[in-house]
């Protein structure tokens, strides 16, 4: 009886374990159902979360992309707005411009007026009338006023007749045959009636040195001095003063090899339609312009020479640090403007750069004034030197995020060497305002022409402007010498003022 009983009680508690453990069973599947569910659910969140984060990334980049477009986009209309040629329109007028003409008070300078002329061609004597026209009196004399009026004289073409001897000589039957040294070309036959030297010369000053084009100089040689010539004219005779021009030209680009001071800048040209570039180099005393196919160190050692060991102020162009013999001062109103351009779109911490860099760069120009001054010499400008030197060093050590900052860090640093040259030699400028004013009258001349229309009218606008803007310079006549250019019947160099050795 016991032993039933016993077998029954295990028999239930068997039942009752496999009961737990079906339930247990069907409760860990159910959470395991659960959990898979969860699981599920957060995989679906988890690529939703990454899909969005896709999103936004890609968002991000389009906004940056999008941002960069348009800080591009700016600087270039704020370059724009700079740029020499004026808009059609500024904007409505100021509402109270400024008063017109110099301000009063000794302190603007003297007050001009036309001086007695030094010589009088002709004198009139002007009578009073002979009655008064209010009350018909008699009119008497108290005093005689004098009043000059210089004026031009009425122009008529001076004509003049060369009636040249031709002969033969007896022993080797060569043709020979007299010059004047009036004349500028020994052509006869067909080629016998020639425009004279200096109507030539006015007219190379005219549209080279001054930008007419050829069709407004022949009407200016019509109207003015009654000389019939067409443009087509004016151009070949143009080239035959290239051409007397060459000699000098040459010369002026050995001189240039030889300063110990050049400022080279370049601005676009158009040659036959294609873009090229009008360079020019100046010194102290000559200036030569060269019109080449590009803008690179092959154009630049063109004319100075790719030994050239002297001093070149010039802008940040990277082509001219490759002049590696030379020393350089780079253009500080250059980095002053660039600097100016940042803080005027720069926001919040991005200003500081900008502010430190042109605080550094105002300094050099405060120590270039004292040292003119003679207030700043031997070991207290060196000191002052020094310091400024450590102040730019421990700027470009700096780290900055900003990206027009960085580039600007970045473009110092590789200048660095090149900053302050200007301090330690007194004949060194601090820019290249040099080389600027002397490339404005061919921008004058590209906004009126364009440029040239073959590579032979490039080298003859070149080789011409060269000598005229050297004439301006050294102060001498441009039209005197190029018709003695014009005349001489051999190429000849003008004896221009120019530089001794070269530099070391």
């Known amino acids: 009886m016991c032993f039933l009983a016993t077998v029954a009680v295990a028999g239930r508690w068997r039942a009752t374990a496999r009961d737990d453990r079906e339930r247990e069973i069907e409760r860990l599947r159910q959470e395991n159902e659960r959990l898979r569910r969860e699981l599920e659910r957060t995989e679906r969140e988890r690529k939703r979360i990454e899909h969005e984060r896709e999103r936004l990334q890609k968002e ?58 030094d010589h009088v061609d002709e004198v009139v004597d002007v009578l009073p009338p002979a009655a008064c026209a209010l009350c018909g009196g008699v009119i008497g004399t108290e005093r005689v006023d004098v009043q000059y009026q210089t004026d031009l004289p009425p122009v008529r073409p001076h004509v003049t007749a060369f009636h040249v001897h031709v002969g033969r000589c007896r022993r080797c039957g060569r043709r020979v045959q007299g010059r004047d040294a009036r004349q500028s070309s020994t052509a006869t036959g067909a080629a016998a009636s020639q425009v004279g030297p200096r109507a030539l010369a006015w007219a190379a000053w005219l549209h080279t040195g001054l930008g007419v084009p050829f069709g407004k100089v022949a009407t200016i040689l019509r109207t003015g001095f009654g000389l019939t010539i067409t443009p087509g004219g004016l151009v070949q005779a143009l080239h035959r003063v290239g051409r007397r021009s060459a000699p000098t030209y040459y010369a002026l680009v050995a001189a240039v090899r030889r300063s110990p001071v050049v400022a080279p800048d370049e601005t676009g040209w158009k040659v036959g339609g294609r873009l090229w570039w009008l360079w020019v180099f ?223």
């Not at 059609?88 to 003409?101: E, H, I, L, M, V």
């Not at 120009?365 to 000191?383: F, K, M, N, P, Y």
């Not at 606008?461 to 001498?476: D, E, F, I, K, P």
């Open 60 to 117: 991000r980049d389009r906004l940056e992309k999008e941002r960069d477009r348009l800080e591009k986009e700016l600087e270039t209309a704020r370059r724009a707005a700079k740029r020499q040629a004026a808009p059609f329109s500024k904007g409505a007028p100021n509402p109270c411009p400024r008063r017109p003409g110099r301000k009063p008070g000794r302190a603007y300078g003297p007050r001009a007026w036309r001086t007695v002329p």
């Open 282 to 504: 100046v010194t102290r005393d000559v200036t030569v312009y060269a019109i080449q196919p590009g803008r690179g160190y092959a154009q630049a050692a063109a004319i100075l020479g790719p030994r050239y060991g002297g001093i070149v102020v010039r802008d940040g162009w990277a082509p001219y640090r490759k002049l590696a013999q030379a020393t350089h001062q780079t253009c500080l109103a250059h980095l002053l403007r660039r600097c100016h351009g940042l803080l005027e779109i720069a926001q919040r911490g991005a200003a500081r750069l900008p502010h430190a860099v042109r605080r550094v760069l105002l300094a050099a120009l405060a120590i270039r004034e004292r040292r003119d001054a003679g207030q700043l010499v031997g070991h207290g400008l060196a000191v002052a030197i020094g310091r400024l030197e450590a102040r730019t060093d421990r700027l470009l050590a700096g780290h900055v995020t900003h990206p027009p900052n960085r580039r600007l860090l970045q473009h110092l640093q590789t200048e660095r060497p090149a900053l302050f040259t200007c301090l330690r030699h007194s004949d060194v400028e601090a820019t290249n305002w040099q080389a600027e004013q002397a490339i404005r009258p061919a921008v004058v001349t590209r906004k009126v022409c364009g440029g040239n229309r073959t590579p032979r009218g490039a080298t003859t606008q070149q080789m011409v402007a060269s000598v005229l803007r050297t004439c301006w310079q050294q102060q001498r006549d441009p039209l005197e010498l190029l018709v003695a250019l014009q005349r001489s019947p051999r190429p000849v160099v003008v004896d221009f003022r120019l530089p001794g050795p070269a530099p070391p």
